[in-house]
Nanobody, 127 residues
Framework: QVQLVESGGGLVQAGGSLRLSCAAS????????MGWLRQAPGKEREFVAA????????YYADSVKGRFTISRDNAKNSVYLQMNSLKPEDTAVYYC????????????????????WGQGTQVTVSS
């Protein structure tokens, strides 16, 4: 059974940093593009960032480009999201996502429609 487990969320002041982690289990994820999506109250789930299974290339939403960095460690079946210069509008539940053979840019389009999800971790940025 595939499981994605997020950690690292919390409360931070605007301008601060957080690092999210996602540990995957149940199968080998080297053929999976892994990423992060988020959902704020009253809004649709939106793409944040992804890293490709093929070459580790990355793709970001414009709203987080230059502030967030996604990385992965295939040996640990893990993906990370370093979030710097956080803003109140970054407040949301952040979900780890994994979809096989999808490109990183493709995950931004499909929003992990056919992939696996974690349970989510809350990130709250106070002003």
């Amino acid at each position: 059974q595939v499981q994605l487990v997020e950690s690292g969320g919390g409360l931070v002041q605007a301008g601060g940093s957080l690092r999210l982690s996602c540990a995957a289990s149940g199968r080998t994820f080297s053929s999976f593009t892994m990423g992060w999506l988020r959902q704020a109250p009253g809004k649709e789930r939106e793409f944040v960032a992804a890293t490709s299974w093929r070459d580790g290339s990355t793709y970001y939403a414009d709203s987080v480009k230059g502030r967030f960095t996604i990385s992965r460690d295939n040996a640990k079946n893990s993906v990370y999201l370093q979030m710097n210069s956080l803003k109140p509008e970054d407040t949301a539940v952040y979900y780890c996502a994994a979809e096989q053979f999808r490109t990183a840019q493709g995950m931004a389009v499909t929003r992990n429609e056919h992939g696996y999800w974690g349970q989510g971790t809350q990130v709250t940025v106070s002003s």
